[in-house]
């Protein structure tokens, strides 16, 4: 009988320390993760495409009309992969009838590709403008579906104009050509669009007017 009492008690005492274990394995398990504070980077302008916030350029185009592109006034949040270690901080620039604007990831812009299997669009992070002469590259983004009929332009050469350095991006499909000039600390600072058939100038921009807020 002492035997068995022993081993009774002994028993009960690995049934609690098992029982307590349990316990506290469960009590570390719904513990809530402490939240991690990430510190967005900012990515700032490059030179031929300085779109530092609060900025504006003012163009003529081929009617002689006023045409402004503008920069809100700060860096802004923005995360293209819906993940916080993704999020930046970047300038968005705005067009004519753009209130919104877009991001600018210094010399690229986010691009969409749908569709995908649960209709939410892909977007992801594509060049607009390369300083690096005799770069390809396509603009924007497309759908799978139709295919890739993007327009592919060329860095083509990186010349002096009026003492200030300036790079020639050329480019186009088979109804356009377009031809743009980038000025080092300007920006955008002349564009042509040319229908490839009739030789007619389908766009035409060229600057007057420009503010860069360093």
């Not at 349990?22 to 980077?41: D, L, M, S």
């Not at 993704?86 to 590709?113: A, M, N, R, W």
Request: some cysteine; charged content about 25%; overall charge positive.
């Amino acid at each position: 009988p002492k035997k068995l009492h022993l081993m009774l008690r002994i028993a009960s005492i690995v049934l609690m320390i098992t029982c307590i274990l349990i316990a506290c394995k469960k009590g570390k398990q719904t513990e809530p993760e402490p939240n991690v504070y990430h510190q967005p980077e900012t990515l700032k302008p490059l030179s031929y495409y300085p779109m530092f916030p609060g900025s504006y350029w003012i163009y003529l185009n081929q009617k002689g009309d006023s045409v402004k592109f503008v920069t809100d006034n700060t860096y802004k949040k923005h995360c293209y992969n819906r993940s916080v270690e993704d999020t930046v901080l970047v300038p968005f620039l705005k067009g004519p009838g753009d209130s919104e604007g877009h991001p600018i990831y210094q010399y690229d812009v986010i691009s969409e590709f749908p569709p995908r299997l649960d209709n939410k669009p892909v977007l992801k992070r594509t060049t607009y403008i390369s300083e690096v002469v005799g770069k390809q590259f396509k603009r924007g983004g497309f759908d799978s579906r139709y295919g890739d009929h993007r327009d592919v332009f060329t860095v083509k050469e990186k010349i002096k104009l009026n003492n200030d350095s300036v790079l020639v991006i050329t480019g186009g499909n088979f109804v356009y050509s377009h031809t743009e000039r980038y000025a080092k600390n300007v920006g955008l600072i002349w564009s042509c669009k040319v229908d490839s058939s009739s030789k007619d100038t389908i766009e035409r921009l060229s600057l007057v007017k420009f503010y860069i807020n360093r």
